[in-house]
């Protein structure tokens, strides 16, 4: 009965999304404040109805519920309570469901909290939030339906891909869902603007928390992605440039520039269209994200459901929503009144050279994911792009971005002073050489450290240079410690959040950099007693023994870790399973971290013939490996640190509402935090 | 004028991606041809297993009748599950069978022969794995079915099965007996 509930709520749910997406459109085109005010009861009602929806599908697999085909595909009654859960969303019709949740609380969030929106802006954002939901309904109702019964019901299910039982994959799709669903309120914001004709600071104000909010998420969702990749697959590594991972990155570098051209937006009333075109293609290429992963046109290590139909389906959402847009873009675009001139040298100018770079290296990736499909489209053979490709275009373009990135933020709005931004920074250069000589003595000094070298020292540069801007704002040293800890009060949250964001950057750098340059690995085939020592510790097996798990059988090894003076530092125990349902074999790596290299060590396949008990091991010295989670980490902060900015927050509509008397005239004096 | 030509240079790029997009969707990308179908097999030269014989030391031992060509090696988990059926085909005595074990060392496949029984006529032995690559190996096992001319007809991946042999190797091999 429940499962039939839950089916019927999401029949309901496309009623009352179409509701929304028709009457508060008309309604903001007539002028008829009435109809324009039925979005926000619609949106209510719409997230109950997908709530109902999904708490329904979430029942059936806590209970499981194996009359349920999605259920009986996607668990197992051995399975631990949590990965019930999270079997909701590991399957392709139940990840769906969570997509229009998300929406639905977007929607909702719009409906609560923005009650200082104009009327006709939200009236009109909130119908495209239905008519997006509206497309994705249509989709789950005629192509993937999370409910369909089977009959007579199956004794057991065939268990959840052992891979995806795991706490890092439970959160990780809810949180690029979070990401990429949130650009949709970037996206129809934008929208909306199109069809009001106007963009203003005021917009760029409304729409900046939401681009956060899903850049948040999308930061650490790609973040946990890519931990999980590096401890579960046992192979040591953090990134492999898969098509899956690209269509996670490639919209995350777009909202990135989106982020940043907002604030020329609020600020400046300036690179209006740009703004509006970034807000639509980042959404889009989300979109195209789930069309990818789902539709089977490209190869990956993920295999996701992959059925044609869905793909077609996809690519018709896609298809509308792009083509839509981008139609609307292409006519009402043109009419955007820009807004203040600038000088290459200023903030304004730092940050659309940060949006040339980053959009570029978003088509880059697009470009080499998608190079296969085309190859094989024009007959130029099968082909597959690996990370040579990846990593030979993308580092150019970060190398200047980084080295802008320290820059940008001193130079003031309109016109900057190069040679005074760069006086003020020879700290930060100073301490850039300082690391790029040691990492270079240190590293050996032979040719090939150059680059790694190079790459620590902008690494610094960029962390010197953000906690410099901080000191400059604060006159550390400068005024009396007094005079020093008010400014630090008074610095807004968002300058702060900055200096979070981009001291994260310059951490994930080094990170990326030192491990990549300096991470070594040993393969071996080890018995009971052998030694195998690598980066500077030695690894002693000790044998490895059967163990029984909840769900799967394991050989679990032991070694002991000592560090170059034969001291004990761990004792490190890790696996290999064997599920039973579905029948498949995972390695558990084991990781000992000491804050700032890891200790990666993998068991493998028995090897009878070098002997009794003697298995193949593998070990990584990994370098810098936890700055990658650091860097993530203190970006995501620095995100929802400004996200509790005062502009941002409830309840302060004071300001937006004067905005809105006189879009033309953005109140620049409270905007600008540190008038020079 | 040209100003709101710029406009429209998204929906144009946003087309075209479209228009691959259809495409795309009606290919498996996991499809791989092999390149050599269609072609003489390339020239080589190898060494046999030592203490082994006949081995297969060139590409003369593919012309004159229709032949079997399987690549294997004794680490290969799903070279085993297919051993049996190569011992079949062998025994059905229809073609003859040749092997090239490659990444492996000698001993270790003439003792992975000698433990599971040896299905092969000829044998060669892959030092280099140069030969992998000309044939354009990308796992292991790999079967090619070579014309009497020496012209690869067919390649399967992966092991043989029963219903493989039957449905597909042994009706494609007599029709390239029968001239």
Redesign the interface.
């Known amino acids: 009965m429940i499962p039939e509930i839950g089916h019927y709520a999401l029949a309901l749910g496309l009623c009352v999304a179409l509701v929304q997406a028709i009457v508060p459109m008309v309604g903001a085109h007539r002028n008829n404040l009435a109809l324009m005010e039925l979005a926000r009861p619609a949106s209510v009602a719409l997230f109950l109805t997908i709530g109902v929806a999904f708490a329904a599908l979430t029942h059936s697999f806590i209970v499981s519920d194996f009359s349920v085909s999605n259920v009986f595909q996607n668990s197992h009654t051995d399975k631990p309570l949590l990965y019930k859960i999270s079997g909701v969303w590991g399957n392709h019709e139940g990840s769906l469901l969570l997509w229009i949740l998300i929406l639905a609380v977007f929607s909702l969030a719009v409906a609560l909290f923005g009650r200082n929106l104009p009327p006709q802006l939200r009236a009109r954002a909130l119908a495209m939030q239905a008519m997006i939901t509206v497309g994705f309904l249509l989709f789950i109702l005629f192509t993937s339906n999370p409910f369909e019964r089977i009959d007579p019901a199956p004794l057991n299910g065939r268990g959840l891909n052992p891979l995806l039982q795991d706490p890092g994959l439970a959160f990780h799709p809810p949180m690029l869902y979070l990401g990429y669903v949130g650009f949709s309120m970037a996206f129809s914001f934008a929208i909306a603007a199109l069809i009001e004709g106007r963009v203003d600071a005021a917009w760029a104000r409304w729409v900046r928390p939401w681009t956060l909010v899903a850049w948040v998420f999308l930061t650490l969702g790609i973040a946990l992605g890519s931990w999980w990749a590096y401890y579960e697959l046992g192979w040591g590594g953090w990134w492999y440039w898969d098509p899956v991972e690209n269509a996670s990155f490639i919209p995350w570098l777009s909202g990135t520039a989106l982020l940043h051209s907002a604030i020329v937006v609020e600020k400046r009333d300036t690179l209006k269209s740009w703004t509006i075109l970034l807000a639509i293609i980042t959404f889009s290429l989300s979109l195209l994200g789930t069309f990818l992963v789902r539709s089977g046109v490209l190869t990956s290590v993920h295999a996701f459901a992959t059925d044609p139909t869905r793909g077609v389906f996809i690519l018709l959402l896609l298809a509308i929503t792009v083509v839509g847009s981008l139609s609307l873009y292409a006519w009402r675009a043109p009419q955007l009144k820009s807004g203040g001139v600038f000088s290459p040298i200023s903030r304004e100018g730092s940050l659309l050279l940060n949006n040339v770079l980053l959009s570029t290296a978003s088509a880059t990736v697009l470009l080499g994911t998608l190079y296969p499909l085309f190859a094989d489209v024009l007959n130029l053979g099968k082909v597959s792009v690996g990370p040579p490709f990846f990593n030979a275009v993308f580092v150019p373009l970060m190398v200047p971005m980084i080295l802008v990135m320290a820059v940008g933020p001193m130079l003031a709005w309109k016109r900057g002073d190069a040679y005074g931004a760069a006086r003020r920074l020879w700290l930060a250069l100073v301490a850039a050489a300082g690391v790029f000589v040691a990492t270079y003595i240190l590293a050996g000094g032979s040719w090939i450290d150059v680059g790694a070298a190079f790459g620590m020292g902008i690494g610094a540069w960029l962390l010197l240079g953000t906690l410099v801007e901080w000191a400059e704002r604060v006159h550390l040293f400068r005024a009396s410690p007094t005079t020093t800890i008010k400014r630090a009060a008074g610095l807004p949250r968002a300058a702060y959040g900055m200096t979070l964001a981009h001291a994260g950057t310059a951490i994930l750098v080094m990170g990326v950099v030192g491990n990549t340059a300096w991470k070594t690995e040993s393969i071996q085939v080890m018995a009971p007693g052998d030694v195998v020592e690598i980066g500077g510790v030695s690894y002693l097996f000790e044998g490895a023994e059967r163990v029984e798990g909840p769900n799967y059988q394991a050989i679990q090894g032991r070694f002991h870790l000592r560090d170059g003076d034969g001291g004990l530092i761990a004792t490190m125990e890790p696996e290999k399973r064997r599920y039973s349902d579905p029948p498949m074999a995972t390695s558990e790596a084991a990781i000992q971290t000491d804050g700032v290299t890891d200790f990666y060590a993998v068991i493998g396949d028995p090897s009878p013939e070098d002997g009794p008990g003697a298995y193949v091991t593998r070990f990584y010295h990994e370098p810098f490996v936890p700055f990658l989670w650091y860097g993530t980490l203190l970006m995501g902060l620095g995100g929802i640190v400004s996200l509790t900015d005062r502009r941002h927050r409830v309840g302060a509509p004071t300001r937006s509402r004067s905005r809105v008397a006189a879009p033309g005239a953005p109140a620049e004096a409270a905007a600008t935090p540190h008038a020079r | 004028m040209m100003?709101?030509i710029i406009?429209?240079l998204?929906?144009l790029v946003?087309?075209v991606?479209?228009v691959?997009?259809?495409?795309?969707?009606?290919?498996?990308?996991?499809k791989?041809?092999s390149v050599l179908l269609d072609r003489p097999v390339p020239a080589f030269a190898l060494e046999g297993l030592p203490g082994r014989d006949p081995a297969l030391t060139g590409k003369d031992a593919f012309t004159g009748q229709v032949t079997l060509l399987n690549f294997f090696g004794s680490w290969c988990v799903a070279c085993l599950q297919e051993h049996a059926m190569l011992s079949r085909i062998q025994a059905e005595g229809l073609v003859p069978l040749h092997g090239i074990a490659f990444k492996d060392q000698p001993e270790d496949t003439l003792r992975w022969l000698e433990r599971h029984g040896d299905p092969y006529d000829r044998v060669g032995y892959d030092t280099t794995n140069r030969i992998a690559i000309e044939f354009g190996i990308t796992g292991a096992p790999e079967t090619f079915v070579i014309d009497a001319a020496g012209v690869i007809q067919y390649k399967h991946v992966g092991p043989i099965t029963e219903q493989v042999w039957a449905q597909t190797l042994r009706p494609l091999i007599e029709d390239l007996s029968t001239p």
């Open positions: 100003r709101r406009y429209f998204p929906l946003v087309a991606l479209l691959f997009f259809i495409d795309g969707l009606q290919r498996d990308p996991r791989l041809p």
